[in-house]
T-cell receptor, first 113, second 113 residues
Framework: AQKVTQAQTEISVVEKEDVTLDCVYE???????LFWYKQPPSGELVFLIR????DEQNEISGRYSWNFQKSTSSFNFTITASQVVDSAVYFC??????????WGAGTKLIIKP | SAVISQKPSRDICQRGTSLTIQCQVD?????MFWYRQQPGQSLTLIAT?????????ESGFVIDKFPISRPNLTFSTLTVSNMSPEDSSIYLC??????????FGQGTRLTVV
C-alpha cells in the first residue's frame, strides 16, 4: 500500500537550533515523486521541494536541506539555524502512478525565540 | 507553473445552507483536485475533477454532499451542501502538471455555526 509516515507530531526547538523532520514512505511503484510542503498559520501550502525516485542526490537550498535514502525509504528535511518564521506545519507527500498525492500527517514545528 | 485563485478565502455559514467555492487557474489543466483539511489534520482528497466528465469521488465523499462542476480547463467549483459544524474545515483546490509539483489555491476556511 502507498503510505507516508511522519512520526513526529510536533517539534519544539529554540531559535538557531538545527532541526530534522522525518518522512518515511511506502510504495510499490518504481517511479514516484516525493514532496515537502510548508503550511504556515495563514493556511496556504508552500511548495518546498520535489524529488523523483531516480535522483538520490541530496539537495541544499539556503538553510534547508533534504536527505533522500531509497534504501530506507526516507526523505528527511533539515532546517539549519532555525528561525521563528520557520514555525509552520510541514507535510511530506508521495505522488503515485495514478498522479494522486498521498500525504503524511504533518509535523508541527515550533521555533521559540 | 500555475497560479490558482480560490474564493472565498473564508466564510462563516449557517448550518443547513450551502457554499460554493470557486477555483480559477491561469492556464489550462486536465486534472483538478479538491481537498479537505479538518482542523489539525492532514489533507484528504475529496474528488478529482476532469473537464468533460463526472468528478471521481474518494471513499467517504458523495456527489450529493459535494457537487463539483468543471465547465472548462481553467475553472472548477466545489459546493458544500446542507452544511453542519462537522464541515468546518479548510477546502483547497489543486492542479498538477506533468513532472511538476502540485499547485494549490489559497484555501477556503469554512466555519459552520
Amino acid at each position: 500500500a502507498q503510505k507516508v509516515t511522519q512520526a513526529q507530531t510536533e517539534i519544539s526547538v529554540v531559535e538557531k537550533e538545527d532541526v530534522t523532520l522525518d518522512c518515511v514512505y511506502e510504495t510499490r511503484d518504481t517511479t514516484y515523486y516525493l514532496f515537502w510542503y510548508k503550511q504556515p498559520p495563514s493556511g496556504e501550502l508552500v511548495f518546498l521541494i520535489r524529488r523523483n525516485s531516480f535522483d538520490e542526490q541530496n539537495e541544499i537550498s539556503g538553510r534547508y536541506s533534504w536527505n533522500f535514502q531509497k534504501s530506507t525509504s526516507s526523505f528527511n528535511f533539515t532546517i539549519t539555524a532555525s528561525q521563528v518564521v520557520d514555525s509552520a506545519v510541514y507535510f511530506c507527500a508521495l505522488r503515485d502512478s495514478n498522479y494522486q498525492l498521498i500525504w503524511g500527517a504533518g509535523t508541527k514545528l515550533i521555533i521559540k525565540p | 507553473s500555475a497560479v490558482i485563485s480560490q474564493k472565498p478565502s473564508r466564510d462563516i455559514c449557517q448550518r443547513g445552507t450551502s457554499l460554493t467555492i470557486q477555483c480559477q487557474v491561469d492556464s489550462q489543466v486536465t486534472m483538478m483536485f479538491w481537498y479537505r483539511q479538518q482542523p489539525g489534520q492532514s489533507l484528504t482528497l475529496i474528488a478529482t475533477a476532469n473537464q468533460g466528465s463526472e468528478a471521481t469521488y474518494e471513499s467517504g465523499f458523495v456527489i450529493d454532499k459535494f457537487p463539483i462542476s468543471r465547465p472548462n480547463l481553467t475553472f472548477s467549483t466545489l459546493t458544500v451542501s446542507n452544511m453542519s459544524p462537522e464541515d468546518s474545515s479548510i477546502y483547497l483546490c489543486s492542479v498538477e502538471m506533468v513532472n511538476t509539483e502540485a499547485f494549490f489555491g489559497q484555501g477556503t476556511r469554512l466555519t459552520v455555526v
